[in-house]
């Protein structure tokens, strides 16, 4: 009897082993999806764009418009050696949806878009830095 008991107790292990290494290697297939998705949505603040003269050649935010699908995320790099941030609305007008503040040199910033819309953003240091998301 005790014999039997031991059998079922090590079966049930083995089993719960199992479900939880299926488990974990579902969750790694997830992250690196995730890490894609946000390579994808990445949009750069490129270097001296804290002097006017980049939104004359659409090259404040690079892309300045990203276009994704609703649920994903985007996410800034601020690869300039300035501070930036990534403020949703318009200067002088933000709308509070989004603010990452101010952005160190290489910090990222990232947001969870789930509605669709346009979200225009921009630098709250730097008037002349605008970009825009569209949620489809
Ligand atoms: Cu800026």
Redesign the pocket.
Known sequence: MIKKITIIAIITVIILVTIGLILSNDSTEKNSEESELIVKGDVIMPTK??RPGCEEIDRCYIPSVIVIDSGKQVTWVNQDSAF??VTSGFYGEPTELFDSGHLDPFESYTVDFDETGTYDYF?T??PW?KGQVIVE
Do not use: K
């Open positions: 764009v804290s930036h941030s630098c240091l730097h830095m």
